[in-house]
């Protein structure tokens, strides 16, 4: 039997070779093993992007035996993170913290790799560590939803109604596609 979470995932799909495969289930046989995991679904997509697995649609993958793809896009390039950080003037885009005042940044990609993001200009953004964490923790619309939630409340402590307004628009676009 598997040692750990990724071991598993590798044993169940080389046990079903060329089968496609949904995430769905892979995380069921997870379960069985560990059943507190904590998000068998990224190991999944982290899998898929070492090139171990093949990516059939969206949470659909496949393992081919002796397949073994080159990694998906590498995180950003130097010089690209360099780019992002000089546009976004080295602050978070969230909450405007940086260099200049002590926070570490990070190049963050707006469309994770997981669901098919490249490494480039555009589709980087620079956060601070706090926002990166809850956005790879939350997910993105689970981020916007919590960070709106904040920003809505503090915007009312503060009197701020063109502030207020505005977060309570996003999250009712956010409720009406269901986020």
Not at 124 to 148: A, I, P, V, W
């Amino acid at each position: 039997m598997a040692k750990n979470i990724s071991q598993t995932i590798k044993e169940y799909f080389d046990n079903n070779p060329n089968r496609e495969i949904t995430q769905e289930e892979v995380v069921s046989h997870v379960f069985k093993f560990f059943p507190n995991a904590r998000d068998p679904w990224r190991v999944t997509r982290k899998l898929y992007e070492e090139g171990y697995l093949v990516k059939v649609s969206r949470g659909v993958y496949k393992r081919i035996p002796g397949y073994q793809a080159q990694p998906v896009d590498a995180p950003f390039p130097d010089e690209v993170r360099q780019q992002i950080f000089e546009r976004d003037n080295y602050r978070c885009v969230v909450c405007g913290n940086g260099l200049h005042n002590g926070y570490e940044i990070h190049a963050d990609h707006i469309i994770p790799l997981s669901k098919d993001g490249k490494s480039i200009l555009e589709n980087g953004q620079t956060l601070c560590s706090e926002h990166n964490m809850m956005k790879k923790n939350y997910g993105t619309t689970d981020f916007l939803r919590r960070y709106s939630m904040k920003m809505l409340e503090i915007a009312r402590e503060i009197g701020d109604n063109e502030t207020e307004a505005l977060f309570e628009e996003i999250l009712k676009i956010l409720d009406k596609h269901g986020y």
